[in-house]
């Protein structure tokens, strides 16, 4: 048996059939549905409820704290199943390729991640720089505008945040990512034994995208990180949205991918994508 922890805030009509497709294999879902959407997990056509296990405790504001809470949340319920082979952590706004195959993933953890460092100088400044609103869009003018009168002032009395609390160095990657159970709990286990870690990213902005390559990088489990996470992304402006919304023009590049994932979804954008993914089910993850 599997596990998809999913992060949701729009289109309840799509993410019904996301769920829906994948409790059709018999595997558990936990959801975190944002507390600002519009629908709730009632609102759900869902044909398996019995399977899927629904939150709406947290805000999600862009950069904040709020989804990486969420994730953590769901994560701490999910590790309690112990017949769960491998866990998949998605968001609404995914399409399954290819079904997951617990036999060809193994005790691989499928996560991008990289050193953060001086050759990267924005992700240095996103864990040097303080964010005094945690829980708000660090996107909003009045947030960022604070947040860059705090960083001067850190630069001007010295006090860089240095480094993540516990680690030497610090890695960086998107939080969508599959792994296998131990996997996860380890990662479930280091959070509860080290509260300063979280503590920390709580005022980095964008911290989900920090935590579990930090945690995994600098474990004895690094040596099983891929660098590739199997979900094809076009990280370009293109339809509305960046990433990208994917369409039919990308399904050669998903095919080429040996992607088991694909994102950004958008029911009316990706439509014809969706029937064509439906249609063809011939690559493999190797």
């Not at 991640?113 to 829980?135: G, K, S």
């Not at 380890?186 to 902005?205: D, E």
Request: positive net charge.
């Amino acid at each position: 048996m599997q596990g998809f922890i999913i992060t949701a805030y729009r289109s309840p009509d799509y993410l019904s059939e996301l769920i829906n497709e994948i409790t059709t294999h018999g595997d558990l879902v936990w959801l975190h549905i944002d507390r600002k959407s519009t629908f709730s997990g009632d609102d759900l056509d869902l044909q398996r409820r019995d399977l899927v296990h629904i939150f709406q405790q947290y805000s999600i504001n862009w950069g904040s704290v709020g989804h990486l809470s969420a994730i953590l949340m769901l994560m701490e319920h999910a590790v309690q199943h112990t017949d769960i082979s491998h866990f998949h952590i998605i968001s609404g706004q995914d399409s399954i390729v290819r079904y997951p195959d617990p036999g060809s993933i193994g005790n691989r953890i499928l996560l991008t991640a990289r050193e953060v460092n001086a050759e990267d100088p924005i992700a240095m400044r996103r864990l040097e720089q303080f964010n005094c609103f945690p829980n708000a869009d660090t996107q909003r003018m009045s947030v960022r505008a604070v947040n860059k009168v705090m960083w001067k002032a850190q630069q001007w009395t010295g006090h860089r945040r240095s480094r993540i609390p516990g680690f030497e160095k610090a890695y960086k990657g998107v939080i969508w990512s599959s792994m296998p159970y131990d996997a996860l709990r380890y990662v479930v286990g280091y959070h509860k034994a080290h509260p300063a870690f979280m503590r920390f990213l709580r005022h980095t902005i964008i911290p989900e995208e920090f935590f579990l390559q930090t945690i995994l990088m600098n474990s004895p489990m690094s040596a099983r990180i891929t660098g590739f996470n199997a979900r094809y992304t076009d990280w370009v402006l293109r339809n509305g949205s960046y990433p990208s919304y994917i369409d039919e023009s990308d399904l050669n590049a998903i095919k080429q991918s040996n992607s088991i994932f694909a994102r950004k979804i958008d029911p009316q954008i990706s439509k014809r994508l969706l029937e064509l993914l439906k249609s063809d089910s011939s690559h493999s993850l190797s």
